[in-house]
T-cell receptor
């Protein structure tokens, strides 16, 4: 059964304190690994798609990386507006499977 | 990026009534749309895949007669929760497939059944 596990469940950072979020996946025939941002009461906002191990993508303070078993979302010098839930999802032979997300709080 | 509009954003209804939620792709055509359900602090759970012009494909455990899906055009899919009960209260989110590997999501609909 395809599974996506994210850790930690919640993360509290001071503004400027860099960190990483983890996404472990077990998916048959991985077609893509996705990162989304979700604000409270809103739908997920697309951030990145990664397709193969070793691939990296960046957007502002966010950088996503992919290995054969995990993906990391690195947040460099976060700001309070980066506070949100970050969702990881994997697409394989079955429809998109989501993790439960990491709730990030960035304190000024 | 592509825009997916979902309406309404919040609905309150009485137990036993039906509620329709609309999902529209505003600037692209979507032959495939998806409907998800999300409980607080939980992941998105796929309910069904909606294909334009054909019957929806439901995930295991999702009642077809309770959650009616219609995808009558390339830009509109609807989810109707029939005879809603309090246990149907949840956050429902639709998405539209832009390409093979990319989906864009609507803003979600919070359903509260009294």
């Amino acid at each position: 059964e395809d599974q996506v596990t994210q850790s930690p469940e919640a993360l509290r950072l001071q503004e400027g304190e860099s960190s990483s979020l983890n996404c472990s996946y077990t998916v048959s025939g991985l077609r893509g690994l996705f990162w989304y941002r979700q604000d409270p009461g809103k739908g997920p906002e697309f951030l990145f798609t990664l397709y193969s191990a070793g691939e990296e993508k960046e957007k502002e303070r966010l950088k996503a990386t992919l290995t054969k078993k995990e993906s990391f979302l690195h947040i460099t010098a976060p700001k309070p507006e980066d506070s949100a839930t970050y969702l990881c999802a994997a697409s394989g032979n079955t429809p998109l499977v989501f993790g439960k997300g990491t709730r990030l709080s960035v304190i000024a | 990026g592509a825009v997916v509009s979902q309406h309404p954003s919040w609905v309150i209804c009485k137990s036993g009534t039906s509620v329709k939620i609309e999902c529209r792709s505003l600037d692209f055509q979507a032959t495939t749309m998806f409907w998800y359900r999300q409980f607080p602090k939980q992941s998105l759970m796929l309910m069904a895949t909606s294909n334009e012009g054909s019957k929806a494909t439901y995930e295991q455990g999702v009642e077809k007669d309770k959650f009616l899906i219609n995808h009558a055009s390339l830009t509109l899919s609807t989810l109707t929760v029939t005879s809603a009960h309090p246990e149907d209260s949840s956050f429902y989110i639709c998405s539209a497939r832009v390409s093979e590997n990319i989906q864009y999501f609507g803003a979600g609909t919070r359903l509260s059944v009294l």
